[in-house]
């Protein structure tokens, strides 16, 4: 199974700051990779696809990038919405696998 | 609009039995494959269970042998039936649509409902 550890567990923030989060899968992915946004209490949001691609209707400021074993969410200019967990999720291959979470707190 | 609503969920004692169901609607049903994904309270995310448009079907090693995954494309329906439960499998289960068009293409999930809470409890 392909594990998928995310750093750090949990940040804190500015409104206005850039936030980078990383994503580390145990064997290569190539660019299997998604980032999704939850917020308590909410459903999971689907940011970043093929671990660079941007959703429709998600904002700029979030990119995505890397390949292999290695990938980086940034947010740019954090807003007060963004502050929520974010996962990643590996789809190369069987289980899928999902990212222990980062949390994103105000500072 | 593409929909999806869960269904199902409750409180059942260790080694009962529950059915989740899932209508879809918004979207050609048969040609996307469908996931199951929990969390329990205060975790992460976990994926369950998958199925493609065609009805191969997978799942993560904590449910095999306990839960079923299936679908009826005549009823846009997904369902889980899950057996054996146990503590553990306290979660929100949400049913997850796959981004891809291609029904035997896995993916990620660009919509999901807003999750069936299952209890195992005595």
């Known amino acids: 199974d392909i594990q998928m550890t995310q750093s750090p567990s949990s940040v804190s923030a500015s409104v206005g700051d850039r936030v980078t989060i990383t994503c580390r899968a145990t064997q290569g992915i190539t660019n299997w990779l998604a980032w999704y946004q939850q917020k308590p209490g909410k459903v999971p949001k689907l940011l970043i696809y093929a671990a660079s691609s941007l959703q429709s209707g998600v904002p700029s400021r979030f990119s995505g990038s890397g390949s292999g074993t290695d990938f980086t969410l940034t947010i740019n200019s954090l807003q007060p919405e963004d502050f929520a967990t974010y996962y990643c999720q590996q789809a190369d291959s069987f289980p899928l696998t999902f990212g222990g979470g980062t949390k994103v707190e105000i500072k | 609009e593409v929909q999806v609503l869960e269904s199902g969920g409750g409180l059942v004692q260790p080694g009962g039995s529950l059915r989740l169901s899932c209508a879809a609607s918004?979207?050609?049903?048969?040609?996307?494959?469908m996931s199951w994904v929990r969390q329990a309270p205060g975790k992460g995310l976990e994926w369950v269970s998958a199925?493609?448009?065609?009805?191969?079907?997978y799942y993560a090693d904590s449910v095999k042998g306990r839960f079923t995954i299936s679908r009826d494309n005549s009823k846009n329906t997904l369902s889980l039936l899950m057996n054996s439960l146990r503590a553990e499998d306290t979660a929100l289960y949400y049913c997850?649509?796959?981004?891809?068009?291609?029904?035997?293409?896995?993916?990620?999930?660009?919509?999901w409902g807003q999750g069936a809470l299952v209890t195992v409890s005595s």
């Open positions: 199925i493609s448009g065609s009805g191969s079907t």
């Open positions: 997850a649509k796959d981004s891809s068009g291609m029904g035997n293409y896995f993916t990620w999930f660009d919509y």
């Open positions: 918004g979207f050609t049903f048969s040609s996307y494959a």
